[in-house]
């Protein structure tokens, strides 16, 4: 086997969560260039129908199927049906999120609840459901997205963070318990990237809204400077989760891949950013 072939994903069955689009979608199409089966889920039909029709256009034969990731009883028949359909479940990567972005003495218990639902007791369950089989056939790959929030804090964001904290710790937690059964947990800890979500973000930086905008002229120029800096590409990403799902990455566990920030995040968040540029990373 060549060198390059360790990249291949060949008859790999991988399950990318809420990939009906946006960056599910990006990192299926990059699985399904090196090979993998892809199947994913998504919250409604009219999502999963969207996501269809988006991998056919691209080339891609996909499955797809509504689950909520936060109801164990729908993961666990969506994991059976892929098995009898499809195959077992080879690779997992912990796509679905959500984010809401409000002050933390304004946000509701619900809010709350809701965010670490979707962000972290769903890649729990996602997980538990898959690690089973994994563990009979000593192999497996799961993948979490984390964001940079499981490192950094950021204001109007304590549940995404509390939410993306909690999965980086879960994600070594996987490791320490199945790694002896060949099983890989690792993370991907990216910064802004391009999509639907943060163009939110990007509008509200330019507003004329004086509850969004900066009393001090610098430091709005600054956090604009810094949030259109951290506009990732989606290519990016999707290499980082393909590497660790490959023969390449076995043995590579319980890491956090992280993306570094511009020179103006540098300036902005200084002692946040020395402690994710001293920290252990690949």
Known sequence: MG????????????????????LGLAYAEAFAEVGAKIVFNDINQELVDRGLAAYKEKGIDAYGAVCDVTNEEQVNAFVKDVEEKIGTIDILVNNAGIIKRIPMIEMTKAQWDQVINVDLTGP????????????????????????????????????????????????????????????????IGPGYIATSRTARCIRLTAS????????????QKICRDW?????????ISSMDRLFIS???SSLISARILRSLMSRSSQMCRKKSMSMLLTSNSI
């Open 3 to 22: 060198i390059i072939d360790k990249f291949r994903l060949d008859g790999k069955v991988a399950w990318i969560t809420g990939a009906s689009y946006g």
């Open 124 to 187: 729990f369950i996602c997980s538990k459901a898959v690690l089973p089989r994994m563990i009979e056939k000593r192999s497996g790959k799961i993948i979490n997205a984390c964001s940079m929030m499981s490192e950094l804090g950021r204001e109007t964001v304590s549940a995404y963070a509390a939410a993306k904290g909690g999965l980086k710790m879960l994600t070594k937690n996987i490791c320490s318990e199945y790694g002896q059964y060949n099983i890989q947990c690792n993370a």
């Open 208 to 219: 004329s809204d004086p509850k969004h905008r900066r009393r001090d002229g610098a430091r």
């Open 227 to 235: 949030l259109f800096s951290l506009l990732l590409r989606l290519r």
């Open 246 to 248: 490959t023969a390449v």
